[in-house]
Structure formats: structure tokens, C-alpha cells
């Protein structure tokens, strides 16, 4: 089989299509034939050397992809067969025509759903169906500020928001940006540079009733934008970590400041399966639509790694084996 790999940290250009020996199945392990593999700002973080990397070069980013189970290991018995249709959220090494997936992170695809929609859905989507659901459960009538609403997160929380009968308010730092989150459900649209905050107040005078902040050095002027008894849900750090939060300053307001990771509930084969199925269910329904940006073939993969690492792309980057 081949891989993108590394062997040093930087730029797209350490990327390289290498010749890797096939995968065999391994007890509680399935091999995977990728169809489609989603890139993720992760993957970049990882190129970069800013997330911890286990072992030894060559490594393998990615998380998320779609494609059929070739091998399966002869002690399982499982439901699972040679042929299958699946998907996985979060198996390490992804950006590979094989991958080694333990059973308990495989995801059943119903026919319906094709391999592009999963590998650019799952990481994303249940990301935004656990923010809107659990996180801060959104009610028909709220207002809700989304921080990068044309982002891959970003799009899916306006989409699930709306379909919850919110009125979702939008920040988006270009006019494309901002006419693909009106595109993707919200009511209004607001430039994300200096002076959002006092744009967002014109509008809203007595604050939201929840912001989704994936920015991180925004967190006071969320929290300050949250109408009293609001939530914020802070859910990443894109800019940077935030400051520390004055406790006072969510007493005095009666204010929720809640924090937003998937991984605190995707935590067995069962949640995965019964929270991807109620993706596929608002795919089917037309509640939610994957804005796919572009393909690039995975030996090609250093040139998807500089669209996004650029942040000119809206919607979701796949690479296809």
C-alpha cells in the first residue's frame, strides 16, 4: 500500500507518497480500504510539529475516512464482514490506502450515505450535533452567535442551529465566507475583524442567548455578547489559548460558560454508531448539506495541506486514494 508521510516538520513540501508494507488484521482490529479520507486542521498541526507525535518517522496523519473492510482478523466474532461499508472518526494514520480501524470505532454506512459524505461528515458533524445537542441545547427561538460560521464546524453548527428553529447570527472575516454561512442557514452575517463585537451589539442590544466560540482570545467579548442568564460554549482555540475568566464575571451576569469536547461522550462503539445514524438522518432529511470544497488525490495531498493551511477554502478538503 501507499501513505502520505513525514519524516521532519514544516511545510507541504515534507510531505511524501511512500511504499509502506500492507496492513494485516490484528485481533479487535479491521483493515480498512480507504475510499475517502478527510483533512482536518489537525493534520496540518501535526505536519507542524505542534502536536505530539508517538514513534518514529515516517508518520501518518489523519483521523477520519470512509471506505470497505478488507480484513478482519479470525478470532473476532463480530458482526462486522470483509466487504463492508464503513467510516471512522477517530483511527489514527487515515491518510493511507489501508488503515488498521479497531472495531469499536467503525461506523456502519447505510447505502444512502456515499464515501465522500462520510469521510467529509463524521469528525465535524458529530462535533456540531454534540455542541448544539449537549453542550447548549439550542431552542426554536433562540439567537445564536456562531465564530467562524463558514468553517467546516462552523457551517454544520448554523445548518443543525437552524433546523432547532434558532435564529443563527454569523461571524465570517470575508463577504464569500459570509455568503456561504447565509447560504448555509444564517439569518445575519457579521465581518469577523476589529470591531466585531460592537457590530454584533447593534443588532442584539441585550446580548444572545449562546455564542460558539472556537476562537479562544475571543472568550471575553463572547461572554461579554451573552445576554444575561446566556450561555458560551467554548469549544477551541483557533486564535490562541484565552484568558483567564474572572469567576465574577459569570456570577454577576448569571452567565454558562461551558466547555465543548466530543470525545467526553464518543466514548463506545454504541454512541458512535447511534450518533452517526442521527447524522445520516438530518443528511437524508435535508437539514444538513457537506459543503465539499475540493478533492485532491492523496499522493497529491501536499497540495490540499497548502489550500487549507491557507484558510482561503470554504467547506470540507478530501483527499481520494
Not at 479491521?30 to 501535526?46: E, P, Q, S
Request: hydrophobic share 45%; proline share 5%.
Amino acid at each position: 500500500m501507499h501513505a502520505l508521510t513525514f519524516s521532519r516538520f514544516g511545510g507541504p513540501d515534507v510531505l511524501e507518497w511512500t511504499a509502506l508494507p500492507d496492513l494485516q488484521p490484528a485481533p479487535g482490529i479491521a483493515v480498512v480500504r480507504t475510499h475517502a479520507i478527510g483533512l482536518n486542521f489537525a493534520d496540518i498541526y501535526r505536519r507542524q510539529g505542534r502536536y505530539h507525535l508517538a514513534g518514529s518517522p515516517p508518520w501518518i496523519a489523519g483521523y477520519e475516512g470512509a471506505g470497505e473492510i478488507i480484513a478482519l482478523d479470525s478470532s473476532d466474532v463480530c458482526d462486522w464482514r470483509v466487504g463492508q461499508r464503513v467510516a471512522f472518526a477517530d483511527a489514527p494514520f487515515a491518510n493511507a490506502e489501508q488503515v488498521a480501524v479497531p472495531l469499536a470505532k467503525l461506523i456502519r454506512l447505510p447505502d444512502d450515505i456515499d464515501y465522500d459524505t462520510a469521510a467529509g461528515l463524521l469528525l465535524q458533524g458529530l462535533t456540531a450535533q454534540f455542541l448544539v445537542e449537549e453542550s447548549y441545547p439550542v431552542r426554536a427561538g433562540d439567537h445564536v452567535l456562531v465564530h467562524a460560521a463558514a468553517g467546516g464546524v462552523g457551517q454544520l453548527l448554523v445548518q443543525l442551529a437552524k433546523a432547532k428553529g434558532a435564529q443563527v447570527i454569523a461571524l465570517a472575516s470575508s463577504a464569500e465566507k459570509r455568503d456561504a454561512a447565509i447560504t448555509a442557514g444564517a439569518s445575519h452575517a457579521i465581518d469577523s475583524n476589529d470591531g466585531w463585537g460592537a457590530r454584533v451589539r447593534q443588532l442584539f442590544p441585550d446580548g444572545v442567548d449562546a455564542v460558539y466560540d472556537s476562537i479562544g482570545r475571543t472568550l471575553p467579548e463572547s461572554l461579554a455578547l451573552a445576554r444575561v442568564g446566556g450561555t458560551v460554549v467554548f469549544y477551541g482555540m483557533a486564535a490562541g489559548d484565552p484568558d483567564p475568566v474572572d469567576p465574577r464575571v459569570l456570577m454577576d451576569r448569571s452567565l454558562t460558560l461551558v466547555g465543548g469536547d466530543l470525545w467526553n461522550v464518543l466514548t463506545s462503539a454504541e454512541a458512535r454508531q447511534t450518533r452517526a445514524d442521527r447524522l445520516f438522518a438530518a443528511v437524508r432529511a435535508g437539514q444538513l448539506h457537506l459543503q465539499i470544497a475540493a478533492r485532491f488525490a492523496l499522493r497529491d495531498g501536499a497540495q490540499a495541506h497548502g489550500l487549507l493551511e491557507g484558510r482561503g477554502v470554504t467547506g470540507k478538503v478530501l483527499l481520494i486514494p
